[in-house]
């Protein structure tokens, strides 16, 4: 059997096969923005070629038949999509659920553990990942196997723990009105962040897109080195924020192409303190282990080891 994996995000889509339920191989990444569908642009990746069913994982809720990107303009059906590429299935899941089901599979040298912990194999895990937005999936224990639980936990309300995170919000409300957390734990994010602490210190650093902040921190820039801080420091808090909401004693797992690029800027005791820093509950996150994901495309993992027919 040939499965088409799919990992389709705000700005890229990523595509492989796997044969036999094996590893992806023949990986491909495709522009968004250069397709006009999710069907066009797996039709290039194919090239022709026949596969027996598909999984795709997306950046967005799944509910239903109709499928509509929250950071890209495609939208499909998934009925009319199967039946155009010639599949006897297509799976459609939450891109999080897909790098969630990549975690069982992963080698020790995939892994960077951040916060040394004890992880509780019978508690839930929890994973979160910011891209082009802020991805969250949990991993549930049980006894048949691990079963992933998606989450929109990215676009709950930022909560500003300072004066100056209340003049981040401030500014991002009004622009856009409701802030979420995706707001400024994301590629988006860390540029806002950079923009508004460039403006801040009198910086003439050009802050054009996420990488030019990233960029500016390696050349020792002061605004730039306290956006990724801070940027840091908010992913952590927000996965603490979500570490209580299930009490996800397994661990917590960072995915993603983000923080794997951040290399040696990424602020581990920035992540770490903020991730604990809950008062009252602080005794309950310590004991939990963080671990990085430098992995990859773990999404294409996942979507290669998933099994059809859960959730």
């Not at 026949?50 to 999984?55: I, P, Q, R, T």
């Not at 950071?71 to 790098?99: C, K, M, Y």
């Not at 089901?101 to 990942?129: H, M, N, T, Y």
């Not at 919000?169 to 995706?182: D, F, I, K, T």
Request: net charge neutral; aromatic share 6%; charged share 20%.
């Amino acid at each position: 059997m040939i499965r088409l994996l799919g990992d389709l995000g705000g700005t890229h889509a990523r595509f492989a096969l796997s044969v036999d339920g094996g590893p992806p191989q023949e990986e491909r990444k495709l522009r968004v923005a250069e397709h006009a569908g999710v069907a066009e642009a797996a039709r290039i990746y194919l090239e022709g070629r026949g596969v027996d069913e598909a999984v795709f994982a997306v950046a967005t809720p799944v509910q239903g038949d109709r499928i509509a990107f929250t950071n890209n303009p495609w939208h499909f059906s998934i009925r009319e999509t199967e039946a155009a590429l010639g599949l006897r299935r297509l799976t459609v899941i939450n891109d999080f659920v897909a790098q969630a089901a990549s975690i069982p599979v992963l080698r020790e040298q995939d892994l960077r553990l951040l916060k040394p912990g004890q992880a509780q194999p019978d508690q839930p895990s929890l994973v979160i990942g910011p891209g082009t937005g802020l991805g969250v999936a949990f991993i549930q224990p049980e006894p048949g196997g691990p079963r992933i639980l998606p989450s929109e936990g990215g676009h709950m309300s930022f909560a500003p723990q300072d004066a100056l995170q209340a003049e981040i919000l401030a500014e991002l409300r009004a622009r856009h009105g409701h802030v979420s957390a995706e707001r400024l734990v994301s590629g988006p994010g860390l540029l806002a962040l950079g923009r508004f602490l460039a403006g801040r210190h009198g910086s003439s650093w050009p802050c054009n897109r996420p990488e030019d902040v990233s960029e500016g921190a390696r050349n020792g820039e002061p605004a730039c080195v306290e956006a990724v801080r801070l940027f840091c420091s908010l992913l952590g808090a927000a996965a603490g924020n979500l570490a209580l909401a299930l009490l996800t004693g397994g661990g917590v797992y960072v995915m993603g192409g983000l923080c794997r690029n951040l290399g040696p800027l990424l602020d581990v005791p920035a992540l770490t303190g903020a991730f604990q820093a809950k008062g009252r509950f602080e005794d309950v996150l310590r004991p939990i282990p963080i671990i990085q994901v430098v992995r990859p495309h773990a999404g294409l993992i996942g979507a290669a080891a998933f099994r059809t027919g859960l959730a």
